[in-house]
Structure formats: C-alpha cells, structure tokens
Nanobody
Framework: VQLQASGGGLVQAGGSLRLSCAAS??????VGWFRQAPGKEREFVAV????????KYTDSVKGRFTISRDNRDNTVYLQMNSLKPEDTALYYCAVASTWYSGIKAPDFTSWGQGTLVTVSS
C-alpha cells in the first residue's frame, strides 16, 4: 500500500487548504487524517469509512474540516477552512482494513509521509 500526501503549505489564519492523499492499490475499510504539532503527540483529526457513509472529526475541527474521497481514483481529501494557528502541524493520511465507530490510530496499518501545514496569525 502506498500513500502519498500533498497539499500542505503556509497560509494565513482564516484561510483554506486542501490536503490530498493518493491511496493506490485497493479499497480499504477506512481512511483517516492525523496530525502532529511540534512537541506534541500525534492526534486524530478526521476519519471515515471507505463507503463514505460515516465520518468522525475531532472536536477542534468540526465545522471547519471535511474528509472525502474521489471514487474515480481513490484520492482522499481533507478540506480545511477557517484555519487557525493551532492547526499548524505535520498532517498524515492513513488507511485501515476495518471500520468501527471507535476506530483509533493503532487500527491504521499504512501511513503516508506527512505534509506540513503552517498557519500564521
């Protein structure tokens, strides 16, 4: 499984970015976005099942971020709006072979390299 994340960059607070993750090879149970800020532990951002019928977001991004997938080429997106300086982090996409409502980071077995998002105040 190869995951290629892209789309990070420098943006001013209030701006938007769209992260992309090319998930090649096959279908999966679920896909997620995680992030790790400097000096902090990795945290969950958003996750959805492959059918896109269920989505979960961490509270701090609800209403601002949207996870989605293009059925044509299995590219997974994280649309990030109203960005805040506290969103600054290295963002990772990951896939899991399963889906359940309480899915957590250890369930994700394949990870892409991170893409850096920096939000200036």
């Amino acid at each position: 499984v190869q995951l290629q994340a892209s789309g990070g960059g420098l943006v001013q607070a209030g701006g938007s970015l769209r992260l992309s993750c090319a998930a090649s090879g096959r279908t999966f149970g679920s896909v997620g976005w995680f992030r790790q800020a400097p000096g902090k532990e990795r945290e969950f951002v958003a996750v959805m099942n492959w059918r896109q019928s269920s989505r979960k977001y961490t509270d701090s991004v609800k209403g601002r971020f949207t996870i989605s997938r293009d059925n044509r080429d299995n590219t997974v997106y994280l649309q990030m709006n109203s960005l805040k300086p506290e969103d600054t982090a290295l963002y990772y996409c990951a896939v899991a072979s399963t889906w359940y409502s309480g899915i957590k980071a250890p369930d994700f077995t394949s990870w892409g390299q991170g893409t850096l998002v920096t939000v200036s105040s």
